[in-house]
């Protein structure tokens, strides 16, 4: 697919997003020059229109924007990276530039830390004393904080209910890493059901 640069003088609007959280991290401009750059060296090349020249993001933060994907919508003039960034994207130290309250998909940041848990044990790390204890343990505790989500959610307080559900959905992470399975399978399959 080619990208139309000329149907916007030259630069088209290019927005980075965080490949694993989906979190849109920052808009920014490409001409050819910065795309093919960009392309090339799999590290995100703006053209700064204040600069008026190639600004490789990180080229003085050292936060740079690692491409993973490359995506171009429907009518040819406009761009979307999915990208890993070293740092925080923006210039004011906050990890996008849009000023969001919370990581609204912080879900699959934990799947991260996680599966780097997994990769890269700590000493002390809860994620590694459950995983020492085998698959069912992790099983076992799925369920025991499935059953008490039930209990909370008929009997006790909506913080309750909270916490009970947040420690669910933790050690269904655990259990779905321990096997081998991402969120990302599980969200195609749901996806494939709703079809």
């Known amino acids: 697919m080619t990208i139309d640069f000329n149907k916007t003088d030259g630069l088209v609007p290019v927005i980075i997003q965080d490949d694993k959280t989906l979190e849109v991290l920052m808009l920014g401009y490409m001409n050819q020059e910065a795309y ?17 020249r190639l600004w490789t993001k990180g080229e003085t ?3 740079f924007l690692h491409v993973k994907s490359v995506h171009i919508d429907c009518d040819n003039d406009t761009i979307l990276i999915k990208a890993s960034a070293d740092g925080p ?15 609204q998909n912080f879900i699959m940041q ?16 809860y994620i590694n004393k459950l ?15 499935g059953v008490e989500t039930v209990i909370a959610a008929l009997a006790e ?10 420690d669910l959905v933790f050690h269904l992470l655990v259990l779905l890493r321990e096997k081998g399975l991402s969120l990302e399978t599980i969200a195609k399959n749901l996806e494939g059901r709703h079809k």
């Open 61 to 63: 933060s050292n936060n």
């Open 36 to 52: 093919d750059k960009t392309v090339q060296e799999n590290i995100v090349t703006f053209y700064s229109r204040s600069k008026n």
């Open 110 to 125: 934990l799947e991260r830390v996680i599966a780097d848990r997994y990769e890269n044990p700590q000493e002390g790390s």
């Open 157 to 166: 307080t909506e913080t309750d209910l909270i916490n009970e559900a947040s």
């Open 131 to 145: 995983r020492g204890k085998g698959l069912n343990k992790i099983a076992q505790k799925v369920g025991e904080e």
């Open 89 to 103: 994207t923006c210039h004011t130290g906050s990890r996008s530039c849009f000023q969001t309250e919370y990581n």
